[in-house]
């Protein structure tokens, strides 16, 4: 599990908050992901299957995407097909995805590089492997989450943004133990590049075994903690959490994770998605593709794609911004 590597001993480290004026949430739960397949059939995690929604906003889903060694001629993605009303994040670990949206946007990302898509008003997408990872095979893992727009901005235009794993901002827990990689929103005062209209924080931690890792976390924002590989525990209270498990944290100003000493062979360190933001307190109707506030709209969502007001199936590639086509730097 590569993602974006760094000596933790030269990066900014993050203070251990104040016992005295912070409180420590606790962990009302942990659940365990249950396995599908998306797309065209690559297998996933359902990270957040079991958990209310009024837990989980403004997120709306969650799947970790292998993690899996295809063969030749394995590799799957997905079809094209619309979104509205929401943004999705895909964030690959290992392997390479191409993403290609009517709006114009497009890219290949590949070990700690994360494509952050605005649906809004509407848009059309794929995400497949590229052809040579299909003919090769190789390791693929990944993540994307589904993040709510406010009803202010589910019209908003598509937006597209490539974010490069070298982009993320790194940092250090206090004694060392752990590097965080802030994705998306503020960590004790550190931004992450994405740009989102929801205020959320998005940081994927990778900790030793045997770190401790208490970090601040803004009271006004929810915090969940997805385990992606390896092995520990969640809160002061130290709840046992393992590969594909959620721990969902309570109210507080502060959260803790820890690394078993003990790690499996296979994975050397606890890898921990930990996220959280406002929650936006809407009604909520999802249907299938499309996430809106009311059955009215999801009915003229429908009606939109079908008369093909959501966008066209380019004819050709993309151009994109890092080389003339996808993947070409």
Request: proline share 10%; aromatic share 6%; no cysteine.
């Amino acid at each position: 599990m590569p993602a974006i590597t760094a000596d933790t001993l030269t990066l900014p480290r993050v203070a251990v908050p104040d016992p005295a004026v912070t409180v420590q949430r606790p962990v009302r739960v942990v659940t365990t992901a249950p396995s599908g397949f998306e797309g065209e059939g690559f297998p996933v995690r359902r990270a957040f299957a079991g958990v209310p929604a009024s837990t989980l906003d403004p997120f709306l889903h969650m799947d970790q995407m292998g993690e899996v060694e295809y063969a030749p001629g394995e590799p799957k993605g997905t079809p094209w097909h619309p979104h509205r009303g929401f943004e999705t994040v895909t964030y690959i670990i290992d392997g390479i995805f191409e993403h290609q949206d009517s709006n114009g946007g497009g890219g290949t990302i590949t070990d700690g590089d994360t494509q952050w898509m605005t649906a809004g008003a509407g848009i059309l997408h794929i995400e497949k492997p590229p052809e040579h990872l299909v003919l090769s095979g190789g390791l693929f893992h990944g993540v994307q989450l589904w993040v709510n727009l406010p009803r202010s901005d589910k019209f908003s235009p598509p937006r597209y943004q490539d974010i490069r794993g070298r982009q993320a901002a790194l940092l250090s827990s206090d004694d060392g133990g752990t590097l965080l990689r802030v994705i998306a929103g503020e960590l004790a005062g550190h931004t992450g590049p994405g740009s989102t209209f929801t205020p959320i924080s998005l940081v994927h931690a990778t900790l030793s075994p045997g770190a401790r890792l208490n970090l601040p976390w803004n009271p006004g924002f929810n915090a969940l903690a997805y385990v992606l590989a390896g092995q520990g525990s969640a809160g002061d209270e130290r709840r046992p959490v393992r590969k594909g498990q959620l721990a969902v944290f309570g109210p507080g100003d502060a959260l803790t994770l820890a690394a078993d000493p003990g790690q499996p062979s296979a994975e050397p360190n606890l890898e921990v998605l930990v996220l959280g933001g406002r929650p936006i307190k809407e009604p909520v109707v999802h249907y299938g593709p499309f996430v809106m506030n009311t059955r009215a709209e999801i009915v003229k969502a429908m009606e939109d794609y079908q008369a093909g007001r959501l966008g066209v199936i380019p004819a050709e590639r993309v151009p994109h911004a890092h080389g003339e086509f996808p993947g070409e730097e």
